[in-house]
């Protein structure tokens, strides 16, 4: 299940992947059980500010994308 928040201020506790779309930061939490498989998973969207772009590239994984992979 997805989830959409829109925040002012990018949190980066606990991200599992944070990527950029053409509007907006996303970070995405997801909660694994002990055999790993998914069983909650969240993504919130941050607006693309000067603040929020230094604080999400030093947690980036991949380059700009449309969605997920």
Not at 20 to 40: C, F, H, P, Q, W
Not at 46 to 51: A, I, S, V
Request: charged residues 45%; proline residues 3%.
């Amino acid at each position: 299940m997805k989830k959409i928040f829109l925040k002012k201020k990018v949190d980066l506790k606990g991200a599992d992947d944070v990527y950029l779309t053409e509007k907006n930061i996303a970070v995405r939490r997801k909660v694994e059980d002990k055999r790993g498989r998914v069983v909650s998973d969240v993504t919130t969207y941050y607006p693309k500010t000067r603040e929020n772009l230094q604080l999400a590239r030093e947690k980036q994984k991949k380059p700009l994308r449309k969605g997920r992979d």
